[in-house]
Structure formats: C-alpha cells, structure tokens
C-alpha cells in the first residue's frame, strides 16, 4: 500500500488539475454472494443435521444468490448519486457492501470514514415500546447515553407518531406499517453522516412526513462528503442526483450523467 | 466509461491504486483486537440495553410479565424434585432439593445462554446488515439477559436453601464470585457458538442434545459420587473438570453444608474456575474477532 502511495505522488505532480477530485468511495469489481436458507425441505431432523455437521456437507435447503457481479465505480466528494435498475437487481445489496455491512466475496470496496446507511429496515424490537426502541436505535449507532436522551424527544415529535395519542409508549407491534416505518427513518436520521447510503427511505409515510423527511434528506447531504439514493421514484432521483448508475441483475449497466441514464432506463423498462 | 479499467483515466491508476491514495481504507475491515475491544467498550450501553430489552421483550405477553422470571425456575425446580427426589428417592443426598435446585439453577444459566447464543448472529441479521456496531455485542447481551435471570433464580434458591434448613454463614459470600467467573465462561462460550451458529445453522438442531448429554455429565440431577464409584478412574478425573461440574460444585460448596464433592480440594475446584474464565472467555472473545467481517452474510 505504502509503496503504490509513493509512486503514484509522482504522477500527480505530473498532472496539472483545474480541480482536484477527491475519491470517498472506491468500488473495484465487487463481487457479493449470500446465502438463503429455502425454510424446511427434506432432511431437518437432528441426526440428519448431525451427519451433514460431520460429513461436512452443506444443507440441501440453501441456495447462494449471487447479488452483485463485479461492479466498478469510484464516487467523489459532493457528489450525489442516484442508484436505479429493477427490483432485485441488487441496488440495496450494493448499498449494504458499500457500508461494511454485507462482505464482498472478490473485488473490494474502499471507503474514506464510516459509510451509513440509512434504510427503514433497522430491525427494532417490536414488543417494546416506540421510546425504548428509539433509545436502543440510538446506542446502536454508536451515540452516548446522554446524547441519547438528548435526542429522544426530537426524534420523536419528528416521526409524528404521537399526533394520535401517545404511542411513543405502546409497543411497536401495534403501530401500523406506515407508523413503524416513519419512526425507523427518524431514528436513523438523527446522526451525522460522512458518507450517506439512503435505502428508499423517501418512500414512508404520508405527504406531510414525506415533505419532511427529504429536507432532512437534504440537510444530511449538506453535511455529508457523498450521498447515494436508491430509490425506484425516478423524480427524487432527477431532483437530487447529478449522477446515475444503473444496475441490471447485479451487473452495472450503465454509468452517467442523471439525464442520459434516467432516459436510456425508461426505454429499457418501457420496452419490456 | 464504466468498463474501463482504470478508475481515473487522468492519473493512470488502478481502482486500489486509487483508493491507497487517498487513504481509503476496506470497508468493513476487521479492527485490530485492542481497537475492537475498545469499540465494544464503547458499545457498552447498547449491549446492556439490548440485554435488557430482550428481557422486558421475553415476558411482554405474559399475563404474568416477570413474574415468570421467578415462576420458571420455581417450576422447573418443583417438577425435577417430583421425580428425582420422590419417585426415585435420592436419600444419600443429605439436603437433596437444595442440591438438586443449585445444580439446575446453575446449568440453567450456560444452557440458556448457550443456546441464545446460537442464534444471537442469525436471529439478528436485520439489525446487523442495517446498523454497524461490534458484533460482540449480540452474543454479550444473550449472556447479559441469562445473568439477569440467574439473579431472579438466585432469590428463589436462597429461598430454598434456608427454607430446607441450611444455616446462614459467611461462605455464602463465595456463591458472587462463583457465579462472577461463570459469567465470564459463558460470555466466551456464547461468542464462540455464535460464530458457529452464524456459519452452520443446523447448530440450532443439534444443541439440545449436546445440552442434555452436558448436563447428565455435570452432576446436576444425582449424587457426583455416582461419577466415581460407578465410572472408570480417568472417565470420573476427566468429569472432574468438566467446567459446568466445577462451577456447580463451586456454588454447592458456597450455599450447602454437606454435599458430595467430586473434586479432590478446594483450592483444585478454585483454580478450575478460574482457569476456564479465562481461557473460554479470552479464547471465545478472539474466535468471534475473527469472524467480524462474515456476520453479514448470513
């Protein structure tokens, strides 16, 4: 690594810049394969389990999806990229690589800092109440317990759950679909972000929680070196990314300016 | 464009030679062991509210609620005395129920754990593929949750042990760090079968078995002199320091008057202890370490 830094000062003295970019994410052919367990096939039983323990064998009932083939890309500082393509095209897959969650199994992905993501599938505890679920959220991402209990309020009157009576007290299972998320994506937009993974987060809650969660959006972008937006709503895509990287089956199908990209992709899906 | 191999077509670099020249560092790369013991550090409160959220979250539809924490072992307790101690009639044992209870109170804490652990990484993966935080974390609260519910078990076996008769005495006092240094072994046995849990799941179907074969061999249900007069002479030395008899007999010696020892003295019975702390704790600790980055997968 040391020696690679050292050569490659030489070409940059080299090369006279207008404007010097500054790479925050580093994709290099990135590979992700997980597994999926099929639920209950043939061969559950405990002896079964035990002679494919010793036999070494793999279970029958687990299938490897290949999410993500190869995929290259480098993001730079300020810039917003939009991520399109078809559902299960491995977008959120990417995503998740990219913030260290999911690892790649060949190729690599570097990034400046700790990436976030923020998605509104942060799996809370539903038989505990909206208020502790926020605390706990909040631990998670890694702030003080006084911090915690700073932001409790503020996260709370934003998600807007207690504009029907007090549900911040009651457990998460009785909120409806709509609630539950609203209160997942204020939790995980109360930190500060270096690098910002948004998951369809823009998506949740009716008109009025919509209008505020993309200026929140928005205000994250600010203070965030590089943003990505996974969204299928190709105007949130239009409004906030000047760059676009469509994927297709996990392989990267295309990579441009936001215009160029969005048009080639509505003619692919409309000519489906 | 993008199927173009290098990354800046200016500078002339490889994706990686890029990325090592802006200090980009691999994401999701493993921490140094000192770094992430300090991360988990770090994370204390969470582990310690996650622990205690899936013990509130365990009893929320319990008309009971906690009261089951005290109900379980009570229970459990009644229903093994039923059997070992009427019905088979276990009268060499001076104080039998406050034996029998100990024992089963104390296996009760790893087995629970144990088996949480097992599934503290797969029954978790939406929280660990959303949110970055040690992994150590997941299986440290299982073991958290079982030590809250060794405590509610503890207040009924005191209970029973002075009930049935056993005086009050300062070796009482050792039952804290008996029960200290099994912590400890378990929060490193619960990291390690989290791993391993993580990597095969059919873990999950074989633990209940490897669980009962653990617990007829650690003197839990009869008398520990069975072990020596009726196993071969390296058979019962072997079952002398099977770590669960070790810290039973530990929490036996603490609470009882007179219960069968297995173990030759006591200052053996201490240093095993002591000795299984710490090598399950460190060994289980740095065998989950080096698992970090796989957790994701699934």
């Known amino acids: ?272 | 464009m993008a199927d173009t191999a290098l990354a800046d077509p200016d500078s002339g670099l490889t994706q990686a030679q890029l990325a090592a020249r802006y200090g980009l560092r691999v994401a999701g790369e493993r921490p140094s062991l000192a770094e992430y013991s300090r991360r988990l550090w770090h994370y204390r409160h969470f582990t310690a509210a996650y622990a205690n959220a899936k013990l509130v979250a365990s009893f929320s539809n319990a008309r009971l609620g906690q009261l089951w924490q005290v109900l379980t072992p009570l229970t459990n307790a009644a229903v093994y005395y039923l059997i070992f101690g009427v019905v088979l009639d276990q009268n060499r044992v001076p104080n039998f129920i406050a034996y029998l209870t100990t024992g089963l109170f104390i296996f009760n804490f790893t087995q629970s754990a144990v088996q949480n652990g097992t599934q503290s990484i797969t029954g978790n993966l939406g929280l660990i593929r959303a949110l970055h935080f040690p992994r150590a974390c997941l299986p440290l609260a299982a073991t958290l949750t079982q030590f809250q519910q060794l405590l509610g078990s503890m207040v009924v076996l005191i209970a029973i042990v002075l009930v049935t008769g056993e005086p009050i005495t300062m070796a009482w006092l050792l039952i804290v760090p008996a029960v200290l240094l099994q912590a400890v072994f378990n929060a490193g046995l619960t990291m390690a079968v989290a791993r391993m849990g993580a990597k095969v799941a059919d873990l999950k179907q074989v633990m209940p078995f490897v669980l009962r074969t653990w617990m007829y061999g650690s003197g839990v249900l009869y008398s520990v002199a069975l072990f020596e007069e009726r196993l071969p002479g390296w058979a019962s030395k072997l079952v002398e320091f099977n770590p669960m008899l070790v810290y039973i007999e530990l929490a036996r010696v603490a609470l009882l008057e007179q219960s069968p020892l297995l173990s030759s003295s006591l200052f053996q019975l201490w240093l095993a202890g002591v000795a299984w702390a710490v090598v399950m704790g460190l060994g289980g600790f740095i065998y989950f370490w080096r698992g970090e980055q796989e957790y994701g997968r699934g």
């Open chain 1, 1 to 272: 690594m040391v020696e690679q830094f050292e050569s490659s000062t030489d070409v940059t003295v080299a090369l006279p810049r207008v404007r010097e970019r500054i790479p925050t994410v580093v994709v290099d052919d990135a590979h992700v394969i997980y597994r999926v367990h099929k639920g209950a096939a043939g061969g559950s039983s405990p002896v079964a389990a035990l002679r494919r323990m010793v036999t070494r064998t793999s279970a029958p009932n687990i299938r490897e999806v290949h999410a993500v083939k190869g995929v290259s890309f480098t993001a730079y500082r300020g810039e917003a990229i939009g991520l399109i393509g078809s559902n299960g095209s491995g977008k959120s897959t990417l995503l998740r690589a990219i913030a260290g969650l999911l690892p790649v199994n060949r190729g690599a992905v570097y990034t400046q800092g700790q990436p976030s993501l923020l998605g509104v599938n942060a799996a809370l505890l539903n038989d505990l109440s909206g208020e502790r679920n926020v605390t706990l959220g909040c631990l998670a991402m890694g702030m003080s317990p006084e911090e915690v209990q700073r932001q409790i309020p503020e996260i709370i009157e934003f998600s807007g759950i207690n504009q029907r009576g007090d549900f911040a007290s009651l457990p998460m299972r009785t909120y409806s679909s709509g609630m539950a998320a609203r209160l997942r994506f204020s939790i995980a937009a109360a930190k500060k972000h270096d690098v910002l993974l948004i998951d369809e987060a823009l998506a949740t809650g009716d008109k009025g929680f919509r209008k505020r969660s993309e200026q929140r959006v928005r205000e994250l972008r600010e203070s965030a070196g590089t943003v990505f937006l996974v969204s299928h709503q190709l105007s949130s895509i239009r409004d906030t990314c000047e760059r676009t990287i469509w994927l297709e089956s996990g392989v990267l199908r295309m990579d441009g300016a936001t215009d160029e990209v969005l048009r080639a992709y509505e003619a692919f899906a409309n000519g489906k």
